[in-house]
């Protein structure tokens, strides 16, 4: 029996959540085209029956401009310290010069599999060059080539990762998928719909704080407060009549209910909270770090 950490590295947009959601066959993290869209560090347990992964998802790497940014850089360095093997994702038609600064300034002390992800968006030959470009580097153990959102290269990509794994019981219950509460996920899916309909900089002023979760006969009751900065941003997330606050519960409910496989009664509402990303009170509050 082989268990271990397994947590994925990369910068936004390189495809890390759709990675895990794959591979889990289960929608754990939230997707968008947007970038930092991952604020913290999910953790997936895979168990079969000769290894157990617990994968991490973690934000994209960047530069911290706010405490908010502090706090998920903190879930990254987290991630370092705990691993027993790294993935680093890169997008084949990204940068692969910036990829290996960022890759090196890890510091990793772990083996690591380099994972080239969207290859169906790119020609043999780019994905070709692109191992070979990555498998000359030192925190390069292995090279595997997928393409996360299409499923194609899935057969041989977890085979290297569990022969990394040290040997050893497993961490967790085999029925049990992930560490974090349910809350934490119905709070990510009602994020991800404000970042599908909302434009410019809203998603990423954003956050979500459930209030209430009622479990009753016939269904769960659900209250959340979406946060914003300012006013102006409260008035586009309600709408004219209340029409894209009505939008966002709609298309939320609908993914609640499938994740929870019970009917979901959700209520929101819009608050404003000025400069939350930069309060540590608020971001306590909010479930960003301690």
């Not at 925190?139 to 595997?144: A, K, L, N, S």
């Not at 019981?169 to 009602?190: C, N, Q, R």
Request: proline residues 4%; hydrophobic residues 40%; neutral net charge.
């Amino acid at each position: 029996m082989r268990s271990g950490f397994v947590n994925i590295f990369g910068k936004p947009n390189a495809g890390k959540s759709t990675l895990l959601n794959a591979l889990m066959g289960e929608k754990l993290a939230i997707v968008s085209p947007k970038v930092q869209t991952t604020r913290h560090r999910i953790k997936a347990i895979l168990t079969e029956p000769d290894y157990q992964i617990i994968f991490s998802d973690t934000p994209g790497i960047i530069e911290p401009k706010y405490k908010l940014h502090e706090k998920m850089m903190q879930s990254v360095k987290s991630a370092l310290e705990d691993a027993d093997v790294g993935l680093l994702i890169v997008d084949v038609n990204d940068d692969w010069e910036e990829n290996d600064r960022i890759f090196s300034g890890l510091r990793l002390r772990v083996p690591c599999v380099l994972v080239i992800n969207k290859t169906d968006n790119a020609t043999a030959e780019k994905v070709a060059a692109c191992a070979a470009y990555f498998k000359e580097k030192p925190y390069c153990r292995q090279v595997v080539a997928i393409s996360a959102l299409k499923g194609a290269g899935f057969d041989a990509f977890l085979k290297p990762v569990v022969e990394l794994l040290p040997e050893g019981a497993p961490f967790y219950d085999s029925d049990d998928i992930s560490d974090l509460p349910t809350k934490f996920f119905v709070g990510e899916l009602i994020r991800e719909k404000v970042y599908e309909l909302a434009q410019d900089e809203i998603p990423y002023h954003t956050a979500v704080l459930i209030r209430e979760f009622k479990e009753k006969q016939t269904l769960i009751k659900i209250v959340a407060d979406i946060i914003v900065h300012r006013e102006t941003q409260k008035a586009i997330l309600i709408g004219e009549k209340g029409s894209m606050v009505k939008k966002i519960g709609m298309m939320a409910r609908k993914d609640i209910e499938a994740f929870l496989n019970q009917k979901v009664f959700l209520e929101l509402f819009i608050k404003v909270k000025p400069k939350w990303r930069d309060n540590d009170l608020y971001l306590k509050e909010y479930g960003y770090g301690t």
